[in-house]
């Protein structure tokens, strides 16, 4: 199902086409097009070039792997996330490898990387849909993570598929119109909450 981003401005179709569907196909994800995807993660900017980006990945041809996984997330996420084929959790490192101090930045590095990886994702006609709804603290101890990383979000993956295999309450969300704040909420000059000019057209 196609969703694109009713914008102010012209933007790439990319990002346009990009968004987080609850509806998966039960379709695999070929492994060179995940490979793909985590090259694409992997060539994100990052301070210091620390790439403090990790994936934690596993695909349902693997049922023991891909139960650890699922058994990670919030119980709202789970009816929907158990069809798509590949789930995922990024980690951030939270130090500087090179000298131990903290890395304010790594979120937002992680955070980077995973929009690149939502971008290929869309030029091969897959989709991501990110979750905050997951417990961390499991993700750590099933994993083995050590104290200096972080789990950040939870990751769902796979080609898009039929919104009707959803129940109603996400069905609903699925066919829900997308939204964006518009930009003379979130753009500013001079002051905190002075619209800039550069959105006045």
Not at 19 to 39: D, G, I, Q, T
Not at 57 to 69: C, H, I, K, S
Not at 138 to 144: A, I, M, N
């Amino acid at each position: 199902m196609d969703k694109p981003a009713d914008t102010q401005s012209p933007i790439h179709d990319l990002l346009q086409r990009r968004w987080s569907p609850r509806a998966f196909s039960e379709r695999p994800v070929e492994p060179e097009a995940l490979r793909s995807l985590l090259e694409a993660a992997r060539w994100a900017p990052s301070s210091n070039n620390a790439q403090p980006w990790n994936f934690l990945v596993a695909t349902n041809e693997d049922q023991a792997d891909y139960g650890r996984l699922l058994s990670c997330l919030m119980d709202g996420n789970i009816p929907w996330a158990q069809r798509a084929p590949v789930l995922m959790v990024s980690v951030a490192r939270m130090s500087f490898e090179d000298d131990g101090t903290p890395n304010r930045h790594a979120f937002h590095d992680v955070g980077q990387a995973v929009a690149n990886l939502s971008i290929q994702a869309t030029a091969l006609g897959l989709f991501v849909h990110q979750m905050a709804g997951f417990y961390p603290e499991k993700v750590r101890d099933l994993y083995g993570i050590p104290q200096e990383f972080e789990p950040v979000a939870a990751i769902a993956l796979g080609y898009p598929g039929d919104p009707d295999t959803l129940p109603e309450r996400y069905r609903q969300r699925e066919m829900a119109p997308r939204e964006r704040k518009p930009l003379a909420e979130i753009v500013f000059s001079e002051r905190w909450g002075s619209i800039s000019p550069v959105i006045v057209g």
